[in-house]
């Protein structure tokens, strides 16, 4: 036990189910391991057929393509002074499957363990469809005694300690971690003390990319057994970085943090978040771009600058849809907006349609006053044309309805919901203004679209209104987004009933009212798009609530 072990860490963004493909990236990244003078070459969790898979591994021909695809896998390290390689992969054994992180050297299948702690909460549903394996033992590779480890082990401690007990020199965590604000810091903690308690050294192996509204952010790292850092890869892109294990004094040697991209803003963060999701949701689906609404308000502006960042100007199409309600401001705006970052943009005026709905639905309507329904077949009549292009063009429909919005129901249903991704969807109205101000004075690294003022300021500071009626406001029938979206916080993300939000300071009334609006717009929360999970309550797996539901906390009897 006196050579290094030179270990790649490669960080790769597979796509679920592209078991060909996901083959042909692990395969790009092992050659990229024997030119840096690895011995061994570390993949995420389930890396060859991508994660989440959900139902879909629980196919029998899925299961064996995957099977498959691990064994051509394996035989790239066969040979003399190969590197071997770790992937991950379904794996059925007695007619139960497992989570399995599987070791190929020589050529062929050298060792496989089973993940042990199943996560079955929040977006996690492993408990669905996989069996936990038992306490996984040691696997012994070219001296070393390495402790395999699936992600969710690391963060209890029964894993880590039984890997160790057994004799473990050093623990390999191949992970697929999403991403949520705050979530970096705390893996890293995990990590800390699972090396602080066992005494050995960590490398941590994550997968970046975006999967339907998951978001992994990747940041790999590896932590001598005193819990200190010694190598941290990019967050938000691919990257592999060779770390070598002295298992004579059990350290980690020839680490580098320099030049590592790695915010830490809270802001940044739930920025590349969004841009990711938009760009791998419209990449690995194959779609040649997206439509937008560009209403000349802040949530379309904002959806439009995460587009361009994402996928660049050309295949970003914007279009005003002016009615009589709509404010020359916004047309200015909207051009304006349009201009900064590029985009093509297009004006369909929409009084013909409105005229043609009102003369069809007169005989029925009668002299009834005018009211959310007139309001709605505006909306409603933007969703049909944005269709109608994307159904001519190819482009997906973006949506722009913000996670305020959508908590309250704040949204139209087959109207401005329409569509089939959201961006901003687990993002809270202060949080788009915020971020607005953000991207006006920052690029964040990788975006494709320029530099500068790409919203205008007269859009950030101007009252929303969805204007659908005359001198419409949001505040007409919403509490101020700071107050509103306090109480959504409280009510959504931290699972808070009525009263402790009173006892915190807000009133009564309005909490109830908000809470009352939050449940009964669960049915259009089920028809809404998915869009990119920020926080750790988004309106998806997350947060599961029934559509039908009679409970509300202010009614507790005193």
């Not at 790769?12 to 493909?21: L, R």
């Not at 900064?340 to 005229?355: P, Q, T």
């Not at 939050?518 to 599961?544: C, M, N, W």
Request: aromatic share 8%; glycine share 10%.
């Amino acid at each position: 036990m006196s050579e290094l072990l030179n270990i790649y860490v490669a960080q790769i963004n597979p796509t679920v189910g592209a078991i060909a493909a996901n083959g042909e990236l692990i395969s790009q990244v092992y050659g990229d391991g024997v030119d840096a003078g690895a011995d061994l070459v570390v993949t995420p969790e389930l890396s060859v057929i991508g994660y989440p898979p959900e139902d879909l591994v629980l196919q029998p021909f899925f299961q064996r393509e995957a099977r498959r695809a691990v064994e051509g896998l394996a035989r790239l390290t066969a040979g003399e002074d190969m590197p071997g390689l770790v992937i991950g992969a379904p794996w059925m054994e007695d007619g139960v499957l497992y989570n399995a992180v599987i070791l190929c050297a020589g050529g062929s299948v050298e060792a496989v363990r089973y993940k042990q702690q199943l996560p079955n909460y929040g977006v996690f549903d492993e408990k669905r469809i996989f069996q936990a394996g038992p306490h996984p033992r040691p696997v012994q590779f070219r001296g070393v005694s390495l402790g395999l480890m699936i992600c969710e082990d690391m963060w209890l401690p029964e894993t880590a300690r039984a890997l160790s007990e057994a004799g473990a020199d050093l623990l390999l965590v191949p992970t697929c971690s999403p991403f949520e604000v705050g979530k970096s810091s705390s893996r890293l903690e995990q990590a800390k003390d699972r090396v602080r308690e066992c005494g050995r050294p960590l490398v941590f192996c994550n997968q970046w990319g975006g999967q339907d509204e998951l978001i992994f952010d990747g940041g790999s790292f590896a932590l001598q057994s005193d819990g200190s850092l010694s190598m941290r890869l990019h967050a938000w892109q691919a990257d592999g970085r060779l770390i070598c294990f002295d298992p004579a004094t059990g350290t980690l040697k020839t680490g580098d943090m320099h030049d590592v991209y790695l915010p830490e803003d809270r802001l940044e963060c739930i920025y590349q978040a969004a841009v990711l999701g938009v760009r791998d949701y419209i990449g690995k689906n194959g779609f040649p771009g997206v439509i937008i609404g560009l209403s000349g308000g802040i949530d379309s502006a904002l959806s439009t600058a995460i587009a361009v960042d994402a996928l660049g100007a050309d295949r970003v199409h914007c279009v005003m849809m002016p009615s009589r309600y709509t404010s020359d401001d916004s047309l200015t705006d909207a051009r304006a907006c349009a201009d900064a970052l590029g985009v093509r943009y297009d004006i369909i005026g929409i009084e013909e349609g409105v005229a043609a709905f009102h003369h069809m639905l007169t005989p029925l309507f009668g002299d009834r006053e005018p009211d959310t329904t007139e309001e709605n077949i505006q909306s409603r009549l933007r969703g049909v044309l944005l269709m109608a292009l994307s159904n001519k063009f190819g482009g997906m429909v973006l949506t722009t309805g913000n996670k305020s919005e959508v908590s309250v129901g704040y949204a139209t249903l087959y109207g401005d919901m329409c569509g089939g991704y959201n961006a901003l969807k687990d993002i809270y109205k202060t949080d788009v203004f915020a971020l607005s101000h953000w991207r006006n004075a920052a690029v964040p690294q990788g975006a494709l679209g320029p530099a500068g003022s790409v919203i205008p300021q007269t859009i950030i500071s101007k009252p929303p209104t969805a204007e659908l009626k005359p001198d419409q406001r949001d505040e007409d029938s919403l509490p101020p987004y700071d107050r509103l979206d306090a109480i959504l916080q409280g009510l959504v993300d931290e699972d808070r009933a009525v009263h402790d939000l009173v006892a915190d300071g807000h009133d009564g009334a309005e909490v109830a009212r908000v809470e009352h609006l939050l449940y009964i717009a669960e049915y259009k929360r089920r028809q809404a798009p998915p869009g990119v999970k920020i926080t750790s309550k988004h309106f998806g797996r997350d947060r599961r609530y029934p559509i039908t539901n009679g409970f509300r906390s202010a009614r507790r009897p005193e």
